[in-house]
């Protein structure tokens, strides 16, 4: 069974910057496309960025893009979510996700496409 275990949350100002990681430590990840997804107090979970099993293709939700930024590196089985200019409303318990069985240049944002997840990690963007 795949386990994944985010790190990297806290508490930020509006503005700042965090860096989450993806890690596991029993399975190779690059069988695996990633994402990563938030889900807010009261809202439905939602996809903020997935990438490829080779790292190619990235993909981000319009309300992230050109503010956070989706790497992997496959030799130490993690991903990494760098997340700068953060605003209040990033505010969400964030978790990173597999899906295996695809091509390697697939990406996803569908929430209902991952079969393993991590327990997640708080992000508060306040002042």
């Known amino acids: 069974q795949l386990q994944l275990v985010e790190s990297g949350g806290g508490l930020v100002q509006p503005g700042g910057s965090l860096r989450l990681s993806c890690a596991t430590s029993?399975?190779?990840?690059?069988?695996?496309?990633i994402g990563w997804f938030r889900q807010a107090p009261g809202k439905e979970r939602e996809g903020v960025s997935c990438?490829?099993?080779?790292?190619?293709?990235?993909n981000y939700a319009d309300s992230v893009k050109g503010r956070f930024t989706i790497s992997r590196d496959n030799a130490k089985n993690t991903v990494t979510l760098q997340m700068n200019s953060l605003k209040p409303e990033d505010t969400a318990v964030y978790y990173c996700?597999?899906?295996?069985?695809?091509?390697?240049?697939?990406?996803?944002?569908?929430?209902?496409?991952?079969?393993?997840w991590g327990q997640g990690t708080q992000v508060a963007v306040s002042s």
């Open positions: 996700a597999a899906l295996m069985g695809v091509t390697y240049l697939y990406t996803s944002l569908r929430t209902a496409d991952y079969g393993y």
């Open positions: 029993r399975f190779t990840l690059d069988y695996y496309a």
């Open positions: 990438i490829s099993r080779n790292g190619i293709n990235t």
